[in-house]
């Protein structure tokens, strides 16, 4: 199961995290993990080259993005990936799990 988390404080979004992997099918041949990688990967991209956010880990199983200030293009770039991957877990609810945390 891919979970994701993202949190929200005051309508901005902080964080996001991405771990596990599907289980769709067997790695390499995982289309739900490759539609996760493909829009996450795009989203690191675009924060990284619009955004002034440095706080990006990516891991084994694991992304996480910190947000210390955010800005009109943060918020956007991070809404959008968030309903990119709401859209990939519309089709594949047993493999996805998407949390919304507010502080």
């Known amino acids: 199961m891919i979970d994701i988390?993202?949190?929200?404080?005051?309508?901005?979004?902080?964080?996001?995290?991405?771990?596990?992997?599907?289980?769709?099918?067997?790695?390499?041949?995982?289309?739900?993990?490759?539609?996760?990688?493909?829009?996450?990967?795009?989203l690191l991209n675009a924060l990284d080259e619009l955004t002034d956010i440095k706080k990006m880990t990516v891991g084994y199983n694991l992304i996480q993005v910190k947000v210390d200030t955010p800005t009109a293009e943060s918020d956007l770039l991070l809404s959008a990936g968030i309903i990119q991957l709401k859209t990939v877990q519309q089709q594949n609810q047993r493999f996805i799990k998407i949390k919304k945390m507010e502080v």
């Open 5 to 42: 988390r993202y949190t929200q404080h005051d309508n901005h979004i902080i964080s996001l995290e991405i771990s596990g992997h599907a289980g769709f099918a067997e790695s390499g041949k995982d289309l739900v993990c490759a539609a996760v990688s493909g829009i996450t990967f795009g």
